[in-house]
């Protein structure tokens, strides 16, 4: 599984990284990005589905396995 | 200032300075919803008004249809000669694209999460002396001798304006938010100290240089080209007036709240952990903006026979409250885990120092709550609410309970 930002579609709302700070950090504009390559473990799926679900621009994308 | 009818259908006749709206808007929206849902009036030169959040995340995202060269719905539009186009007069909120992104661009870099959580030190401690001088008085005054003060404060050491203006910086806010009424006559010499001020700080920062977010202005380049002056003066006035009151009025918000339901006011002292989420509940509960825009051209939109010119007013606030987006909307649920609020705005317009109001605003509750545990509204009648686009409690008092 694994979880993308779409930084066409970000707009630097900054739920994400507060939300879920092992998985998403930000940029020198604020806009989110993921942090590695966005690989998600049975741990920490449920915190990048979170701030999926609280993300407004909806730029956040969970490819599931 | 001519005085008006008050409204008798918000429907047909929407007004965003009429008594009722500015006292409880939300029963408003709520009738909307169900009837409109795209509300319409003839007052401030005819405007529209979408009361879903489906109608307001479209015209959120669409630039195509509509422009941003005005964000405050008035009685006038701004004429050709006002708008040093493509820029706008505080941009990048009042630029359409492809402008907008290279002012955007230019301002993010200040406000984003490194130098906004730089500042929370400073904010506490300002917190903690606005506590202290307000005491262990039994009634304190949670707007007026504390939220106000706050926002001001941190504008103020950001752009580098000298001590002791703070007085003057709330009536500049007052000119330019709860004027809209006024005549474009009126407007044009209420701005006048306004302008002057800023030239004078301008001024200032071009002979003695610091190091903040005025000589960032002045020294920024894009493309080997320093900003216009006009560009420079439009971003600084942006900042004071989207700074100020906005932020203000959601710490005050907040505390209303607080105020009036000691239940989530025992959770939150007894679960600090909560803050975060509860924080973004007050935001979509009490979200204190509300945007506008001007139609581009004639067209059918959302329904509507839109024209040329006409105001969109762009309720967030009324978005939040939309129950087929949130469950219960009605409902303050300070533990609410999926929050897809939209009281920053979204698409390219999203709130640029949202980073920095979040911080204030959690740092300020934080604070209060640490102070003084336990409180309640002194008196209900005494709330005053804020009338024009930015909604939140001027006149605040609260009893401190043992």
């Keep these: ?65 | 200032m001519t005085i008006k009818p008050p409204v008798e259908d918000f429907a047909t006749d929407w007004d965003h300075t009429d008594p009722q709206w500015v006292s409880n808007p939300y029963p408003i929206w709520e009738d909307l919803r169900e009837r409109c849902p795209v509300a319409h009036t003839e007052r401030f030169g005819g405007g529209w008004f979408p009361a879903t959040h489906e109608g307001v995340t479209t015209v959120a995202k669409d630039t195509v249809n509509f422009t941003s060269r005005t964000i405050l719905v008035g009685n006038g539009r701004p004429g050709e000669e006002a708008l040093p186009a493509p820029i706008g007069v505080a941009p990048p909120i009042t630029s359409d694209p492809p402008f907008h992104a290279i002012a955007r661009r230019i301002m993010l870099p200040a406000l984003a999460p490194g130098p906004v959580n730089a500042l929370e030190p400073q904010v506490r401690a300002l917190c903690q002396r606005l506590l202290d001088e307000m005491g262990d008085h039994e009634i304190v005054n949670a707007g007026l001798e504390y939220s106000q003060y706050i926002p001001p404060a941190v504008i103020k050491q950001l752009l580098g304006f000298p001590p002791g203006d703070e007085e003057l910086f709330r009536e500049i806010i007052h000119i330019i938010m709860e004027g809209v009424d006024h005549t474009e006559e009126e407007r044009i010499e209420e701005f006048a100290p306004v302008e002057e001020y800023f030239v004078k700080q301008i001024e200032d920062h071009r002979e003695n240089p610091r190091d903040d977010f005025t000589n960032y202005l002045l020294n920024v380049e894009v493309e080997g080209h320093k900003l216009a002056d006009e560009h420079i003066f439009g971003t600084m006035v942006l900042t004071l007036v989207a700074g100020i009151d906005t932020t203000w009025s959601a710490i005050g918000a907040s505390l209303f709240h607080l105020a009036t339901h000691p239940e989530d006011l025992e959770r939150l002292v007894n679960e600090p952990e909560l803050m975060p989420v509860a924080i973004e509940e007050f935001l979509r509960y009490y979200a204190p903006v509300t945007m506008a825009r001007l139609v581009k051209h004639d067209m059918e939109y959302l329904g509507c026979p839109m024209k040329e010119d006409d105001w969109l007013l762009l309720g967030f606030p009324a978005a939040n409250r939309d129950p087929s987006v949130f469950p219960d909307a009605d409902k303050f649920i300070i533990d609410r885990a999926e929050n897809r609020h939209v009281a920053f705005g979204l698409g390219i317009h999203r709130c640029a120092g949202s980073n920095l109001a979040r911080m204030e605003l959690r740092v300020a509750i934080e604070e209060f709550i640490k102070r003084y545990p336990r409180f309640e509204l002194a008196d209900a009648g005494a709330v005053t609410w804020a009338p024009g686009q930015v909604r939140g409690p001027r006149n605040l008092p609260v009893r401190i309970l043992a």
């Design chain 1, 1 to 65: 599984m694994k979880v993308s930002i779409d930084a066409e579609i970000c707009q630097g709302q900054g739920r994400c990284f507060s939300i879920a700070p092992d998985i998403f950090s930000f940029d020198d504009l604020g806009n989110g990005v993921v942090i590695g390559d966005g690989t998600l473990t049975k741990q920490n799926l449920d915190s990048a589905r979170l701030a999926q679900s609280n993300c407004p621009e909806h730029a956040i994308f969970i490819e599931e396995a």
